[in-house]
């Protein structure tokens, strides 16, 4: 069955400095791993996905994230934090069988202090 | 583009009357979801539709949720009768792909629901 952890229910950053959201995945099978991100009462928005290709993933708004497999790991970073990046951010595996349904972590709230 | 649309946006009811959601998903996008998130944690999936026909309802709680899609495109999910329990928002998600292979997901804004 596929799973994911993502470590840090919280974190906290000032603005101007590198953020680091952690995911580990777990997966039976080569998985697709992407990031989300949630502001207040608003919609999930695609940041970034994974689907086999590059283990570096660039995504939107300066964020990326590198696949590890040895790690099972899928973190997200960001050179440089803004205030615009105070968020829930999710990170979702989804299998490449059956019905591809995603698998939510339990999110991390992201504060940027100024 | 327009996006996926949802409403109402938000919605307070009493327990155990009913409510319903509304979802347009992206045009041409053949799956729609929906799914529930409660105040914490992260979404989980009620029900996926492939065009009209149902592909995974076994997270729904059929005793008390229902969900259509008749024509393929439009999606009503409906709670009859409402618990406390179900407070929570309730997003629609929709994507383009069909058969195998990933599919990239776009969320609505989502309903708040506030069962009281």
């Known amino acids: 069955a596929q799973s994911v952890t993502q470590l840090d229910s919280h974190v906290s950053v000032s603005e101007g400095t590198p953020v680091l959201l952690r995911c580990n995945y777990s997966s039976s099978y080569s998985p697709s791993l992407f990031w989300y991100v949630q502001h207040p009462n608003k919609g999930l928005q695609l940041l970034l996905k994974y689907t086999s290709a590059a283990t570096l993933v660039k995504g939107i708004n300066g964020f990326e994230a590198e696949f590890k497999k040895s790690e099972t790991s899928f973190h997200l970073t960001k050179p440089s934090a803004h205030m615009s990046d105070a968020a829930e951010y999710f990170c979702?595996?989804?299998?490449?069988?059956?019905?591809?349904?995603?698998?939510f972590g339990t999110g991390t709230r992201l504060k940027v202090l100024a | 583009e327009a996006g996926v649309a949802q409403s109402p946006r938000y919605k307070i009811i009493e327990k155990r009357q009913s409510v319903a959601f509304w979802c347009n998903p992206i045009s041409g996008h053949a799956t729609l979801y929906w799914y529930q998130q409660i105040l914490g944690q992260g979404p989980k999936l009620l029900i996926q539709f492939q065009n009209n026909g149902v592909v995974d309802d076994s997270q729904l709680p059929k005793d008390r949720f229902s969900a259509e899609r008749l024509k393929g495109v439009d999606s009503t999910l409906k709670i009859q009768p409402a618990k406390l329990e179900d407070s929570a928002v309730y997003l629609c998600?929709?994507?383009?792909?069909?058969?195998?292979?990933?599919?990239?997901?776009?969320f609505g804004p989502g309903t708040r629901l506030l069962v009281l």
């Open positions: 998600a929709s994507s383009l792909e069909l058969g195998r292979g990933v599919k990239t997901q776009y």
């Open positions: 979702v595996v989804s299998d490449l069988r059956g019905t591809y349904k995603y698998i």
